[in-house]
Structures are given as C-alpha cells and as structure tokens.
C-alpha cells in the first residue's frame, strides 16, 4: 500500500519559513517525479513544485519562483518544499504527489497534506 505522508506545516508569520517533508512508502521512489501541490479554501488545488526522479530537474510555479525549493533524498524516500518569505497569500493545505508517467501525466498517489497558515 502507498502511502505519503507529510509534515512540516504549521503557523508561522509572513516573512518567515518552513520546511515541509514527504515521507512516501510502499513505492520504488527512485521511480517517481514527486510534487507539491496546495489548496487554499474556497480555491482550486495548484501546483507548487515537482522534482524529477534524479532530483536534477525542478520546476516551479510562478507564484513561487525564487522563494520556495524542492529536494529530494532517494535513500530516504522523502521529498522536501523549503519555503522562505512567506506571504499570507501562501496559506493553504500543502500536499506532495508521486507521478510514475512522464510530463503532463496524471500524478498517481497523494498525500492528505500537511496545513500552512502564514499570518501577517
């Protein structure tokens, strides 16, 4: 059985950073692009960050660009988001995502996520 499980996530106030972390399970991870995603309420999940299998190649949204990186550690079968200048608007449930296929395929297993709040 797969399973992610994230961590990291908490209360922090805007200017400030977190760490978050996907532990992932019952999957060859070395096998898997992994993302993050987020989901603010009332809003559409969207994409925050994927890393490729190598963890050689990272994309990143716009909204992100420049304050957020993504990691991985293969031996650990865990993938990291680190978030410095947190903006209020960055508030939402943070959730990683294995993906098997190549670009532009469905991701395959999800997390329940992990909650970010960044208050002003």
């Known amino acids: 059985q797969v399973q992610l499980v994230e961590s990291g996530g908490g209360l922090v106030q805007a200017g400030g950073s977190l760490r978050l972390s996907c532990a992932a399970s019952g999957l060859t991870f070395c096998w898997y692009t992994m993302g993050w995603f987020r989901q603010a309420p009332g809003k559409e999940r969207e994409f925050v960050a994927a890393?490729?299998?190598?963890?050689?190649?990272?994309v990143y949204a716009d909204s992100v660009k420049g304050r957020c990186t993504i990691s991985r550690a293969n031996a650990k079968n865990t993938v990291y988001l680190q978030m410095n200048s947190l903006k209020p608007e960055d508030t939402a449930v943070y959730s990683c995502a294995a993906r098997y296929g190549g670009r532009g395929s469905d991701y395959d297993y999800w997390g329940q996520g992990t909650q970010v709040t960044v208050s002003s």
């Open positions: 890393i490729d299998r190598s963890g050689g190649t990272t």
